[in-house]
């Protein structure tokens, strides 16, 4: 199946600090996204970025599919965006591969 | 907006008791599914299912089973709950297809003694 590994595996960042976040996968594949885990364990998908970049407001994420990664840009961070980010991916199958996520800690 | 609900928060069982979590979306999707979460593991895919009455394996699937009667609801099923089963476990729904998201419930947090 297809292996995905994210970077870094922890962050801590102060509040207004800019981070990228990484995700390495192992095989082609046509379906990319961003989810963002709250403390308190909701998830919620932040990108669907099959190419390209977009932007979300302090967020934009950029897919490189010819070199099998994706980036998660956070600017001028806050408390707010801490939690737990996971990329995940499918190739032909319908499900998606998750990776072991990132966890962010924004202090004040 | 989409509403995935998981029938308890938080659940303590005991080493063999059959257990139950339940999941149910109110946006007609056909795809459901069901993940445990394990740190430093990130999600992993235990079953998933296309229809009513229709199930498939995941990644893991070993000690579960899975329900579907009606299209809004999937069951998870433990047959007999083992202590290597106590994690958090995510149930999501979506449409299916290139370029759909799942839509993911709070999670039930087991935890078997």
């Known amino acids: 199946g297809i292996q995905v590994e994210q970077s870094p595996p922890d962050l801590i960042l102060q509040e207004g600090a800019n981070s990228t976040l990484r995700c390495n996968f192992s095989?082609?594949?046509?379906?990319l996204q961003w989810f963002h885990q709250n403390p308190w364990g909701q998830l919620i998908n932040l990108f669907y970025i099959p190419s390209g970049t977009k932007q979300n407001g302090r967020l934009s994420a950029t897919t490189v599919a010819t070199e099998r990664y994706i980036l998660l840009y956070i600017s001028s961070s806050q408390t707010t965006d801490s939690g737990v980010y996971f990329c995940a991916v499918s190739g032909s199958a319908r499900q998606l591969t998750f990776g072991s996520g990132t966890q962010l800690t924004v202090l004040p | 907006d989409v509403k995935v609900t998981q029938s308890s928060r938080y659940l303590v069982k005991r080493t063999g008791e059959k257990v139950f979590l339940e999941c149910v979306q109110d946006m007609d999707h056909e795809n459901m599914f069901w993940y445990r979460q394990d740190p430093g593991l990130g999600l992993r895919l235990i079953y998933f299912?296309?229809?009513?009455?229709?199930?498939e394996k995941g990644d893991i699937p070993e000690g579960y089973s899975v329900s579907r009667e009606k299209k809004e609801r999937f069951s998870l099923i433990l047959e007999s709950a083992s202590t290597n089963q106590t994690s958090m476990y995510l149930c999501?729904?979506?449409?299916?297809?290139?370029?759909?998201?799942?839509?993911f419930g709070p999670g039930t947090r087991l935890t078997v003694l």
């Open positions: 095989d082609s594949v046509n379906n």
């Open positions: 999501a729904s979506g449409r299916g297809g290139a370029g759909d998201t799942q839509y």
């Open positions: 299912s296309y229809d009513v009455k229709m199930k």
